[in-house]
């Protein structure tokens, strides 16, 4: 009797044993199709974002031929060092732009007072302020070709009127709301006199170490009344200059960058005594200095600043 009891208990261990294993190996089943599901799916993903990653790259490649290649066609109408040289030749120039193409320009051409020298800072960076910057630099030439003045005053007012027609006339471009700041030098090195005017940007003169600081005017190249305000104090800023005097033309790219240990911006004051302090030194010098100046900012101790601004700065001895 005990031997049938375990016999039976046996049996019953058994047939749970195979119903256990049975459902266990169903589970399995179930969760292998579910892995492979998964796994088909991932894959699937995975294939997915593979090509999406080589459309981006294969994008962002064509962004980045086309901003180089922008860049070849900028320095081809930026003034470079060598073309600054050939008129000014104890100057330097320094050009930062923010990403491979700016806002910023620099321009200089001969005149029929002497030599004329602009920096511009136009609104916006990359592909905006590049594209605005070209306009620009075109309305300059034109203006020049034109031979209608007879002061750097009247020159800025004709660039204006030339750039307000080109972009707000007859509300060609209603959404269109950018500007640019300038700084535009006359030397008549036979009067030996610099003629200055400009919008929102100064100019600075060192003699001996002294500063002497120019202001531009306060209005908007956008403002259609721009020329007619500019007008109203007519007569160039004139400086009869000696010498060994030394002039810096700039945009606000240099002073408005992050950087110290505190994360503050350079500040205007800070640069105008930056200057004097090196005013000592060859123009191709003072150049480096700047540069160094601008690294050690950016690159305090414990923290890198990205630029912050496109930047442009020329200097020049006369």
Excluded at 39 to 48: D, G, K, M, R, S
Excluded at 192 to 212: F, T
Excluded at 266 to 272: E, I, L, R, T, V
Excluded at 313 to 318: F, K, R
Aim: glycine share 4%; aromatic share 12%.
């Amino acid at each position: 009797m005990n031997d049938f009891k375990l016999n039976l208990r046996d049996q019953q261990i058994t047939f749970d044993h195979q119903q256990i294993t049975e459902t266990i190996e169903s589970v399995l089943q179930k969760n292998n199709r579910k892995v492979d599901n998964h796994l088909v799916e991932l894959t699937t993903a995975n294939y997915i974002l593979t090509k999406q990653n080589e459309s981006i790259n294969k994008a962002q490649e064509l962004l980045n031929s086309s901003l180089r290649y922008g860049r070849i066609i900028q320095n081809s109408i930026n003034a470079s060092k060598d073309e600054v040289a050939h008129l000014f030749p104890e100057s330097f120039t320094f050009y930062s732009p923010q990403n491979l193409i700016g806002g910023d320009l620099i321009w200089t051409q001969k005149c029929k007072f002497g030599k004329i020298i602009a920096v511009v800072d136009c609104m916006g960076h990359g592909v905006p302020g590049a594209m605005l910057a070209m306009s620009v630099y075109h309305i300059l030439n034109s203006t020049l070709m034109a031979n209608t003045f007879e002061s750097a005053t009247e020159f800025l007012c004709n660039v204006s009127d030339a750039y307000f027609k080109s972009f707000f006339d007859s509300n060609k471009s209603e959404d269109f709301a950018d500007t640019f700041d300038i700084s535009l030098c006359v030397v008549d090195e036979k009067s030996q006199i610099v003629r200055y005017r400009g919008v929102k940007q100064s100019l600075i003169v060192l003699r001996n170490r002294e500063i002497i600081e120019f202001k531009g005017d306060r209005v908007s190249v956008a403002d259609e009344k721009a020329s007619q305000i500019i007008k109203n104090k007519p007569w160039d800023r004139v400086w009869p200059y000696k010498e060994g005097d030394q002039i810096y033309l700039f945009t606000d790219g240099f002073q408005d960058q992050f950087g110290g240990e505190s994360n503050k911006k350079y500040k205007y004051s800070k640069f105008k005594k930056y200057l004097q302090s090196i005013s000592d030194y060859s123009m191709s010098t003072q150049q480096s200095m700047l540069i160094d100046e601008l690294t050690r900012w950016k690159n305090p101790s414990n923290f890198f600043h990205e630029q912050t601004d496109d930047i442009a700065v020329v200097g020049i001895q006369l």
